[in-house]
């Protein structure tokens, strides 16, 4: 299965009761094996989960801390970029030229990169003191 398939199957058990927007995602971890996960909603909003952060936590749960490319589909007009956490933990994951590809269900795609989702992404050399 390739990752956009991945994503599409998995956007469909989104659980979005409140704003219908299903948002599947796709990891492929450095084992090749891909993880995925989809957006859950919660009546007190913040408390939802992303798809991307959903499949981060698939792969982590799998004993993998890396993954080599990712997909986000959802059915917009545009492909939709990961939100700013998810940002931050595609960061923790993936290396800066990781590719992060975009997409929506009627096709469209951007691709994009790990690094330039998150440029300056703060990092353990920033605990450290190192840079």
Do not use: W
Request: contains cysteine; charged residues 15%; glycine residues 12%.
């Amino acid at each position: 299965m390739d990752l956009e398939t991945a994503a599409r199957d998995v956007r469909e058990n989104a659980y979005a009761p409140y704003s219908g927007f299903k948002v599947g995602a796709a990891l492929r971890g450095a084992s090749g094996a891909i993880y995925t996960g989809c957006n859950v909603e919660n009546i007190a909003y913040p408390e939802g989960t992303c798809a991307e952060a959903g499949a981060i936590a698939a792969m982590v749960a799998a004993g993998e801390t890396q993954f080599t490319a990712a997909l986000v589909i959802a059915d917009s007009p545009a492909p939709v970029s990961p939100c700013g956490g998810c940002r931050q933990k595609l960061a923790e994951f993936g290396a800066a030229q990781t590719p992060v590809t975009m997409a929506t269900t009627s096709g469209l795609q951007t691709q994009t990169s790990v690094g330039e989702l998150l440029p300056g992404a703060f990092s353990e050399a920033h605990m450290s003191g190192q840079e």
